[in-house]
């Protein structure tokens, strides 16, 4: 990517209303664009680390046998009344319209009622179980209040995957491998030291849901952690009979502020009672079929990991979702010729700093709000010893590559 070309810029300054270090990096940097409260444009940078998000995600959920789809974001009534989730105090968060051919439809915020009657058209017997479907999807809720820029938003993007069982153990077993995907994940997007397993309220099938909360002092949940046993408890269910419930002991839990980045719960029947999803089995005999669903929030977590991740500078993002690897600043006449030509070897890793209206203290600063991983250097003076000067953004560290060293690095 070539700076002179793209239209984003950074500002200096962020919108007043926005408290977050978060959000204003984000704002500044050009990664999103602010339309209103709680409602955000990812632009070019912020897509890119978006997608590189969501494609670890994906990779994970395709390797326990998440089969991807795309469900539409237009939801009749029919389906969540059924349920009892249409009436706006039991869903607090519709956003709902009317259709001029007349009839009400809603803008999905989750997808359990629609994907539970989608599969009614394809699970009749058990040899259709078990299955396990997944998307990407925009999802809206009309949120009371939006906070900390894109980590609680009006749309935002969701994983969400659902799964259909025969019965309860092979629920069970899929849910835990699904909970030790959800570790790979954080892990695999550098917040997994600070993302914990955390027990929180369940439904009528299982006593707890699980949810992952990523330490963060902007997070909007209380968790109560075992930092050595490395689960949590959030304070919506903690009480003596949980504590003891999980086995844990009071006086080495400690109370933490943190983020809801994902969260998986057992259902059991209770989509599949509302909506009559029902299979055969071995015997002939009906039976309901038990689910779960696994949800991630990819825009969320972008939020988490540039809130944690940043310093007075600006933003540094973990290698793997960084939107570009290296950010070249070419110095002087050759520098700057040589400088397009590595850019134009690996375009899909370089960010080219090649502004003619900006400084090079400007461009270095850019570097730093972006928290772009390397910047690299190509000047007369490191081309006449046939280097490049590269200093990391987490370390600070600078070292000289020779241009071959380097260029074996791009791919
Ligand atoms: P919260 O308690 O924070 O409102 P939730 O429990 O309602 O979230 P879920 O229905 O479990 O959220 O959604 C799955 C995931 O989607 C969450 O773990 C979170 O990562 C993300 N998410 C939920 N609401 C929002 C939002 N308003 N903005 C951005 N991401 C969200
Ligand atoms: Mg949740």
């Keep these: 990517m070539k700076l002179s070309q793209s239209f984003t810029k950074t500002t200096k ?15 500044r940097a050009g990664y999103i664009y602010k339309e209103m409260a709680g409602v955000y444009d990812y632009l070019p940078l912020g897509m890119r680390t978006l997608d590189k998000i969501m494609n670890i995600i994906r990779e994970e959920m395709n390797a326990i046998g998440g089969e991807e789809l795309r469900m539409t974001s237009i939801q009749p009534k029919e389906a969540w009344e059924a349920s009892g989730r249409w009436d706006d105090k039991v869903m607090d968060v519709w956003f709902k319209t009317k259709l001029n051919a007349g009839g009400e439809l809603g803008l ?4 359990e009622e629609p994907i539970t009657r989608l599969m ?3 699970i009749s017997s058990y040899k259709d179980l078990p299955v396990y479907v997944y998307q990407f999807q925009t999802k809206f809720r009309n949120e009371l209040r939006a906070k900390s820029g894109i980590m609680r938003t009006r749309e935002f993007m969701m994983k969400d995957l659902y799964s259909f069982s025969k019965t309860r153990e092979e629920h069970e077993a899929f849910y835990e491998k699904c909970a030790d995907a959800y570790h790979r994940i954080f892990d695999r997007l550098g917040i997994g030291n600070d993302t914990f397993r955390t027990f929180a309220s369940g439904g009528a099938f299982s006593k707890f849901s699980d949810e992952f909360q990523t330490l963060c002092d902007v997070g909007e949940d209380i968790i109560y952690l ?8 959030n304070e919506e269910v903690y009480n003596d009979e949980t504590i003891k419930d999980l086995g844990l002991n009071k006086d080495s839990l400690e109370q933490c502020k943190a983020a809801e980045v994902g969260n998986i719960f057992t259902l059991g029947y209770r989509f599949s009672d509302a909506l009559d999803l029902c299979f055969n089995d071995e015997e002939g005999k009906r039976q309901k079929v038990f689910m779960g669903s696994y949800g991630i929030g990819p825009s969320r977590v972008m939020g988490v990991i540039a809130e944690k991740m940043s310093d007075d500078k600006g933003l540094i993002w973990p290698v793997d979702v960084a939107p570009y690897k290296y950010y070249i600043v070419g110095i002087g006449e050759a520098g700057e010729a040589k400088a397009e030509e590595l850019h134009n070897f690996a375009p899909e890793d370089v960010i080219l700093d090649d502004r003619k209206n900006a400084r090079t203290g400007e461009k270095f600063a850019d570097a730093e709000l972006m928290g772009i991983p390397y910047r690299v250097v190509v000047s007369d003076k490191t081309l006449a010893n046939n280097q490049v000067e590269i200093k990391n953004r987490i370390t600070n560290e600078t070292k000289l590559l020779t241009l071959e060293e380097f260029t074996s690095k791009l791919s």
């Design 13 to 27: 300054t962020a919108p007043a209303d926005e408290a977050s270090n978060s959000a204003k990096y984000l704002l």
């Design 226 to 233: 075992d930092r050595k046993k490395g689960i949590a408890i």
């Design 108 to 111: 999905g915020p989750t997808h």
């Design 120 to 122: 009614k058209s394809y």
